[in-house]
């Protein structure tokens, strides 16, 4: 074991990234341990899914992050089990090594939720990875293409037809970015479709979307998205997606894509710890963010619970991960010189979402904003928090030549081949991958017959 | 059929993109099919393979391109076969009509040859489209992530050695800006592994790398490489590619990493054709670029065979599809007015390759040039010829950040989930994408059963 106290965090996400920056001056050694090599911005996720951003505009590798940190270490790999009585969290992969560790922290977040149809997610893409936003790009950039070449109008309606299920800010975003590519951004680009009259449908289960906002500004939201030809549907409850599309109840909505923002879950990671969970498979933290009977082993963000005065959880958001990183490193440190730990306080800074290119809603406390101002107000934050200088200045060139422009930069189809498919027009739903070939040469032929 | 007459263009790349722009204001009615949505400018392809630049800032999707050019219509398609006598282009999918024509211009460009070996594919990876380029830039960063996380020696070294196959300009650049990556950009991102004692080799089956250009140049480009810490080996001719790495008749180089480059062979489109081709499946065009009986088919780029003055076919670049494609559009209207089609005439204005940051090596006529000023020569080239002026822009912008700060922002590890794997490390090796499971929900924790 290092001299140093070892502290391994898992997930490299606002909440573990946060972490390791906290303890970057510490007399302790950390670990990052990530599945992925870069850290994710999150909020605009939807962006590149809608074909406005690029992937690379939004993350950055973790590395490059904290190179100059020397207490820091990353590792690419992923965590196989945690053994808490053993300390030690062994990572797949016989060659490696497992981790000891002195204090862990685990951030390993959230992944989507479907409610026990986990059958639906070959349908319904969710949206919590890089893969997940150019995997979305691609079914809704396809589903326009196929319509442009389709003669049944029946199936060009259904190629037309753009589902999103789920109300809240994440919903909300991606209707508002769908219907804002349809009708501003694709308006000249076919000849024979008119984008604009793609119908972009947001089902929510409750009584009207943006629940965690006032109402004013659920108000205000529908309103907004509906200028932009999303229609609404609250009090909807879906009951089976398909390959045909959507169903509540005895409704069909016919669809080729349906898009999942309805819900999350922890991550898996949670299952072997051994210790009280919720309904979404959440750990309970103490006040503290330790685990029950484990005080050198904490947990913070989307996989944790965290009670709020009141008894509600808090949110599983980017402050409130990051918040809860920044404490964690303190209470490690406070541990580490035989001090009390502190309980964890959240200090709310408000919430937006936005709803197209010019508007947004924002709540600061009282405060409420709308429109374009909310807007102006959820840019300053996203650049203001985005990792590297050249990731925000490349975020603003990018929303600024889209602002006056109306263009997509980022408006590629790539990742899988076209499916020579069977009669009806399958290349707007499941990806080819599983039965892609391995990479082979390629070119815009016909396709060949791979080589084995 | 449509009252004008109707010229349908197979390939979207600089032949065909060219040749549906030079025929912007006749009266004609212009159908370009593609299989991808997108234009790529493939000669900075090798910087989306090494980290430096982004899919996005490299390609534009064609109906951007052509959506205010009122004469020309854009299918994202794949051609099935085309029937040169009943003058018809079939698309794959049983709803898509065919599509009749008036005039053909075939500029469905090539793809990777594995003289032979297809099985080879697999373990080495060319560079022909953005698929490929992202796939590379998976495998060359998984792999100093699993170094990193490597004890066993051996295989520590065979996952810090990268073979590039093929002393072309592809393959030179592909080893010049590995060698950076390896030396320059990750040199501080690691703590267990130092990155610049990657081994980077470029294998060439010829006496010397870029034969085609002077051998003054050669000389100097393997002296650039030498800097970059890459090791030209000429004269070497590869027998058997697999997980191990590449062996040269009896020695082998063990190696995790592979990269194609030592050949192109056209489209598969060109074997239905029942024109003759040349030993790589090029067509044999006329002087004119028709086909030989087919007065009303043209075909252009890398597909073809164009004797030069001497005989010999002309190279598979971009400034020969684009001449190419400028002379196809005047010969339809001269065809059309009844007029005779010209001969074409290629005038070359020189070719150039780079290597590394600042180097790279230039000819045009008796000129040569090479470092640092022929690297701004080739940049100027470049940008001029990108297709929209965000692009233009971007990559600038992106070269910039690149050059003073030593950073690659587009460090992205992106497409597929770490292979589970068995004993000896796979991440580097053959993607996932044949077990991997349908989309699922997806976290940073261990992986999941998949949904089913």
Redesign the interface.
Known sequence: MAQRPHVVI????FGGLTCAQSLADEPVDVTLI?????HLFQPLLYQVAMAGL????I?A?I??VL??QRNA?????????VDLTSREVK???????SLRFDYLVLA???????FGH??W??YA??L?????A??IRRRV??AF??A?????PV?QKRLLTFVVVGGGPTGVELAGALGELARVV?A?????INPASAQVILLEGGERILTSFPEKLSKRATRDLAGLGVEVRAGTRVTRIDETGVFLGDQHIPSATVLWAAGV?A????RGLGVPLDRTGRVLVQADLTLPNHPSVFAVGDMTSFLHQGGSPLPGTSPVAMQQARHVAHNVMASLRGQPMLPFQYVDKGSMATIGRAAAVAQLGSLKLGGFLAWLLWLAVHIFFLITF??R??VL?NWA?SYFTY?R???????H??T??????SLAL??V??S?P???????????AP??
Chains 1, 2 share one sequence.
């Open positions: 898992v997930g490299g996400g990530d599945s992925r090599n870069h690029s992937p690379a505009e993350a590798p590395r490059s190179h100059e270490s990353v590792l690419l790999a992923e965590v196989e089990a990572l797949v992969g016989a060659e490696r090594d390993a977040g959230a992944q989507n939720h479907y986990d059958d997610a070959r893409v969710g919590k990875d890089l893969d997940d150019v995997e950039l396809v293409e196929a442009e070449c389709m003669h049944d199936e694709l000249r680009d076919f000849r024979r879950r991550s898996d990671l949670t050249r990731n200045f490349a060139f030549y263009k930069g980022a408006r590629l189809i790539t990742g081949r076209l020579a498919g069977p009669s009806r027009s499941a990806p991958a599983e892609a391995p990479p082979a040469p390629t070119g815009s032929g016909p396709q060949q080589p084995r």
